[in-house]
């Protein structure tokens, strides 16, 4: 825990992004039915029944840029992992060194990208990643879980039949988002930590 909030608490620095990495499933819903369009006087009604159309896997972001991506994954293994963290190393091409929080996910390693690609890429990406791991039942620690949860609200909470409407609104909503460019501004520190967690740091016998 206290590694992540002294990551967060560091300065920007741009050859040595922090970049924020969590997947969440979207259900992808259709309509059984045409909807009822809207009347004056009346609102849009639509049928109570639906068709499960699968699941994808969404958000990488850079706090303290203020900047996100979403990919839209049809799974989540490792080698859907190994894609991502490729994805960020050539999203930063400058950088000496991409410090990535993920959560625990067993799929979430290193060696993950040795499943994807031929030994000496998945080397060579590698060695441009430096993990930082939110706490087993910390995964509130990850800003990119907020962002997942921003990104639901404003746009992800109404039914989205396929995957084509889901990209749609996923890169509408995230192209806005980064042209204002708004870090994030995260105020939980180690020192918080120490004080409001206390019970869950080891007792020291004198």
């Known amino acids: ?72 994954m049809e799974r989540r293994t490792k080698v859907e992992f190994a894609h991502c963290m490729r994805h960020i190393v050539q999203s930063y091409p400058d950088a000496e060194i991409v410090r990535v929080v993920p959560d625990n996910l067993n799929t979430h390693k290193a060696a993950s990208l040795y499943a994807a690609f031929p030994p000496e890429e998945a080397r060579a990406i590698a060695r441009k990643l430096e993990f930082h791991y939110t706490p087993k039942h910390g995964s509130w620690l990850n800003i990119a879980e907020t962002g997942l949860a921003v990104l639901s609200n404003m746009c992800l909470s109404q039914r989205i039949p396929d995957e084509d409407t889901l990209r749609q609104q996923v890169e509408a909503n995230v192209r806005e988002r980064n042209a204002k460019a708004i870090p994030v501004k995260w105020k939980f520190s180690t020192q918080d930590a120490r004080r409001k967690l206390a019970r869950i740091y080891p007792r020291l016998s004198s």
Do not use: H
């Not at 970049?19 to 059984?32: N, T």
């Not at 639509?46 to 499960?52: A, K, L, M, S, V």
């Open 1 to 72: 825990m206290e590694d992540v909030l002294d990551l967060y608490d560091s300065p920007y620095d741009p050859v040595r992004p922090v970049v924020c990495f969590d997947e969440s499933p979207k259900q992808l819903i259709g309509g059984v039915r045409e909807a009822v369009p809207p009347q004056p006087g009346t609102p849009a009604r639509q049928d109570t029944g639906y068709q499960r159309n699968g699941v994808r896997d969404l958000m990488i972001c850079e706090p303290k840029r203020g900047w996100r991506d979403v990919l839209v």
